[in-house]
């Protein structure tokens, strides 16, 4: 079982690069969801998609937009680098959107900004 | 949505039950209490969840006084692999949204030899 699956695990850019970060879950899960993690510090939501051709921001949403493509799959677009976007993004799934709703987790794609 | 407390750190030996405390003084009515666990370079792997009194699984078992200010998540004789960060989340799964779930930073457990 795959469950969340993130690609790329790293990724290296230059400021004012662009990037698609890609994420696609196998649960059948209806909600989907994208974070940012900081060193030390908790998760911090960017987007979510509550069901598929739906989208909404989260705490962070700025420098990011989201394409929920189909059931399956929810990307992150960062359409010119910078710095402060340097971090770890984690996309998640829920069976229903609800702040309360347990999420299933990928491993994170690392993201360096020079 | 209800704010958690939680203690930034703790430090246990193998074998030993450990306790984690979260406060949550504003929860609602339909809230429940959620805690994940995240290892170094991994995601948040949801653990336990539970409304009132107890829930218990494989992993962890989860108290919840009446009042329900406040949770303990018990890890019975833990091991080294047990050492990660601890988040406590609450929340309901129907009137608030997403948008409102927040992380915050977590309890890091150190497990010893």
């Known amino acids: 079982n795959a469950g969340v699956t993130q690609t790329p695990k790293f990724q290296v850019l230059k400021t004012g690069q662009s990037m698609t970060l890609q994420c696609a879950q196998d649960m059948n899960h209806n909600s989907m969801y994208w974070y940012r993690q900081d060193p030390g510090m908790g998760l911090r939501l960017i987007y979510y998609s509550a069901s598929e051709g739906t989208t909404d921001k989260g705490e962070v949403p700025n420098g990011y937009n989201v394409s929920r493509l189909n059931k399956r799959e929810f990307s992150l677009r960062l359409e010119s680098a910078a710095p402060s976007q340097t971090s770890v993004y984690f996309c998640?799934?829920?069976?229903?959107?609800?702040?309360?709703?347990?999420?299933?987790f990928g491993d994170g794609t690392r993201l360096s900004i020079l | 949505l209800a704010k958690t407390t939680q203690p930034i750190s703790m430090d246990s030996y193998e074998g030993q039950e450990v306790n984690i405390t979260c406060s949550h003084n504003n929860i609602a009515t339909n809230d429940y209490i959620t805690w994940y666990q995240q290892f170094p370079s991994q995601g948040p792997r949801f653990i336990i969840q539970?409304?009132?009194t107890k829930v218990t699984n494989e992993v962890a078992s989860l108290f919840i006084p009446a009042d329900r200010k406040s949770s303990t998540l018990s890890l019975p004789r833990v091991s080294l692999s047990d050492t990660a960060v601890y988040y406590c989340?609450?929340?309901?799964?129907?009137?608030?949204?997403?948008?409102?779930?927040?992380f915050g930073s977590g309890t890091r457990l150190s497990i010893r030899p």
């Open positions: 989340l609450v929340g309901d799964s129907f009137y608030s949204s997403a948008s409102k779930i927040i």
């Open positions: 539970g409304y009132k």
């Open positions: 998640a799934s829920s069976e229903r959107e609800g702040s309360g709703e347990p999420q299933h």
